[in-house]
DNA sequence: GATTAGAATAGGTTAGACCATTAGGGGGCG
DNA sequence: CGCCCCCTAATGGTCTAACCTATTCTAATC
């Protein structure tokens, strides 16, 4: 039994998709911009020379694929989103809460993402990283409220991987970290707790950002991983306990 | 400046939005598994009291995000499918296109998460993560054919992050593992390059990950992450010269 | 019994209508 | 003169009713 030459299934593309995959194809490539409006529903109908429903099926699939966002009314239609990782986060959230996984399982995986970025951003920019990270621990410094401050420090974390230089631990250090904060912020809203930051264990943490800073600014490459590595590790110590450490993810509405 | 209470922009849920969201619902926690047949688009409509094109574009929401499969025809219609990886390759690979992150990039990410991989592996499931290696390196050395090792070898990554006992970061890894495979795919389809795997070359990778086995089968959890380190700066010499290293990634079509 | 033509099923696409929401302009009132 | 409200136009949201097309099953025919 041979395929002969011309088996394998053959996939029928649907207008609908073949419609989503070019505009998709101009915003990735950068020929749409973040802001920029799509045409009406009624002009891409005389445009592509299809239905309403099928340019409407389109729509969906951008939408849901965060590409674009759609309004209502007059002025209103369909316009391009900036880029985000909204999309990785949504998809890497759905994949860990599918398999079980915990919160621990996520922390331990940025644990092993974080320090390296620190090294990457002591050896490759340590000068532009160290400006970032200040600016970030300042507002971190002046801000008030738990939540608040809660939110400004995972921001420090994602600057840091952000300043690293390599995209690719950036993306996927940033959407471990978004999956995180939206179980919490889901989880919070569930149970309506509260986070009980002691002043004595943040005043701590924040010194430690700090000499992460003065490392990486001083090209401390070695130095600022292993101080990183010693700092998630201590700071997990506490924020797993403070968790139900074991629940498992949660990113559903 | 205080947000009122009721500040806020209001986000008015679209009926294929909820329908999508309540399917996906069911498919994360579950209750509907791979290979579940959802009703007819008319069953929909009566179950669900609303008009076809509705109904289509929850449909098209859900497919776009790789959770069903859709097939015409009697017998046909909208099939769950296995959650993979898919949606977060496809995402991560979005967003790193559109970042203009190198094969370079992720290469360096995937050297930063392979070694803790297989030290975590050591760690916590020695006898299992080797027997499962073990059995992907046998694959390997039987299978023939330059593409098709190439192909083995992706999986043996596979296997490892698997077999690592972290779900997140096995998600991660795989995601960035998928991406450079998509890429090369695409990249050899256009080009119609042949991959020179020198056999001398070849042998020494093979060598390297039997090592490695032995490695994780005897708990030697250090040992194993410093071998995989050396493995993969070494691997990585190799094959970041023989593609273009510094070509921005690219997925599309 | 194998082949093939038709019937049944179910998704793909189109057309047209009407409703709901929003921005902006024009008229009335202070 | 200026402010507020309502009206209107623009645009997406939803529905109904068809017809087209692909796929499978069945039954008639050779």
């Given at each position: 039994?041979?395929?002969?030459?011309?088996?394998?299934?053959?996939?029928?593309?649907?207008?609908?998709?073949?419609?989503?995959?070019?505009?998709?194809?101009?915003?990735?490539?950068?020929?749409?911009?973040?802001?920029?409006?799509?045409?009406?529903?009624?002009?891409?109908?005389?445009?592509?020379?299809?239905?309403?429903?099928?340019?409407?099926?389109?729509?969906?699939?951008?939408?849901?694929?965060?590409?674009?966002?759609?309004?209502?009314?007059?002025?209103?239609?369909?316009?391009?989103?900036?880029?985000?990782?909204?999309?990785?986060?949504?998809?890497?959230?759905?994949?860990?809460?599918?398999?079980?996984?915990?919160?621990?399982?996520?922390?331990?995986?940025?644990?092993?993402?974080e320090p390296p970025a620190a090294r990457l951003a002591a050896e490759n920019r340590p000068a532009e990283a160290a400006a970032a990270l200040r600016k970030q621990l300042e507002i971190e410094?002046?801000?008030?409220?738990?939540?608040?401050?809660?939110?400004?420090?995972?921001e420090f974390h994602r600057v840091l991987l952000d300043e690293c230089g390599n995209i690719?631990l950036g993306?996927?250090?940033?959407?471990?970290?978004?999956?995180?904060?939206?179980?919490?912020?889901?989880?919070?809203?569930?149970?309506?707790?509260?986070?009980?930051?002691?002043?004595?264990?943040?005043?701590?943490?924040?010194?430690s950002q700090e000499k992460l800073i003065e490392l990486i600014e001083a090209g401390d490459a070695a130095g600022a991983e292993?101080h990183w590595?010693?700092?998630?590790?201590?700071?997990?110590?506490?924020?797993?306990?403070?968790?139900?450490?074991?629940?498992?993810?949660?990113?559903?509405?």
């Amino acid at each position: 039994m041979f395929d002969s030459p011309m088996s394998g299934s053959i996939r029928i593309p649907k207008t609908a998709e073949v419609l989503a995959g070019r505009v998709r194809k101009a915003i990735i490539r950068g020929e749409l911009k973040a802001g920029d409006k799509l045409p009406s529903e009624a002009q891409l109908i005389t445009d592509f020379e299809v239905s309403r429903p099928t340019i409407r099926e389109a729509i969906r699939i951008l939408e849901s694929e965060g590409m674009i966002s759609v309004s209502r009314g007059a002025r209103g239609g369909a316009k391009v989103n900036a880029l985000t990782n909204d999309m990785v986060t949504k998809a890497a959230g759905v994949a860990l809460q599918s398999r079980g996984a915990t919160l621990k399982d996520i922390y331990i995986a940025r644990s092993v993402i974080e320090p390296p970025a620190a090294r990457l951003a002591a050896e490759n920019r340590p000068a532009e990283a160290a400006a970032a990270l200040r600016k970030q621990l300042e507002i971190e410094r002046t801000i008030g409220g738990q939540h608040a401050l809660a939110a400004a420090i995972a921001e420090f974390h994602r600057v840091l991987l952000d300043e690293c230089g390599n995209i690719a631990l950036g993306v996927v250090g940033k959407a471990l970290q978004d999956v995180v904060e939206l179980h919490m912020q889901l989880s919070l809203r569930a149970n309506a707790r509260t986070l009980d930051t002691s002043d004595r264990r943040t005043r701590f943490g924040l010194r430690s950002q700090e000499k992460l800073i003065e490392l990486i600014e001083a090209g401390d490459a070695a130095g600022a991983e292993a101080h990183w590595v010693a700092h998630m590790e201590a700071a997990g110590k506490v924020w797993l306990e403070g968790v139900e450490s074991t629940s498992i993810i949660d990113v559903l509405d």
